[in-house]
């Protein structure tokens, strides 16, 4: 397996545009997440899904950002619109149970100007 | 409140020697540990993972503990090689759900 493929890798955007960040889990694995990694605030838990059905969402800082997941093999983070303060590095990363290692992906870093 | 602490935030060691890293959280009601090691511009590679009724796992030259009473973990790492300057990451995995908080990390640089 290919391990957690994210895209794009970098993404920069003008302020007040759409963005859309994805992602593909390992396949076997029902749990899926996306974190957000920033100086300020290291990592932090935006959402998670399990078996495609959002678990937890709390950590979603805004409506801006939506998350889905419209099946097992594919899952996307959504902030409309973007501002400079949502730059930072979003990961995804996918286990295969509650207490199984979780696998990262690359990341996608933002820049919001 | 900071859940997963990292002392400290940056580490700089000779090549050879034989380092820890700590970790402690303020909640013991954990599902297990994990440590990560992330390289600059890269994501989060997993290193090793401790259930909660586990004391240590070992991979190569690593070793890491988990004292859940005291609310601590350590990763040991032998032999120190430039090839292991990275940041270290622990993140606990709590015991109610499927959330991993992780620690701010360790900064480490090994020199040749």
């Known amino acids: 397996d290919a391990g957690v493929i994210q895209s794009p890798r970098h993404e920069v955007t003008e302020m007040g545009q759409e963005v859309t960040l994805r992602c593909k889990p390992i396949?076997?694995?029902?749990?899926l997440f996306w974190y957000r990694q920033t100086m300020m605030r290291g990592l932090e838990l935006l959402i998670y899904f399990n078996n495609n059905v959002p678990i937890d969402d709390s950590g979603m800082p805004e409506d801006r950002f939506s998350a889905k997941m419209p099946n097992a093999s594919f899952s996307t983070l959504k902030i409309q619109p973007s501002e400079p303060r949502d730059s930072a590095v979003y990961f995804c990363a996918s286990s295969r149970t509650v207490n199984t290692e979780a696998f990262f992906g690359q990341g996608t870093r933002l820049t919001v100007v | 409140k900071q859940e997963v602490t990292q002392i400290p935030a940056a580490l700089s060691v000779p090549e050879g020697e034989n380092l820890v890293l700590n970790c402690s959280f303020t909640?013991?009601?954990?599902?297990?540990l994990q440590w990560f090691r992330q390289d600059p511009g890269k994501g989060l590679t997993s290193l090793l993972l401790i259930q909660s009724s586990q004391r240590e796992q070992t991979s190569g030259r690593l070793n890491a503990s988990l004292d859940k009473s005291s609310g601590r973990s350590t990763l040991y790492i032998a032999a120190s090689q430039p090839g292991d300057s990275a940041t270290y990451l622990c993140?606990?995995?709590?015991?109610?759900?499927?959330?991993?908080?992780f620690g701010g990390g360790t900064r480490l640089m090994v020199k040749p």
């Open positions: 993140a606990k995995l709590n015991n109610a759900g499927n959330m991993l908080t």
């Open positions: 396949s076997g694995h029902d749990y």
């Open positions: 909640d013991s009601a954990i599902y297990n």
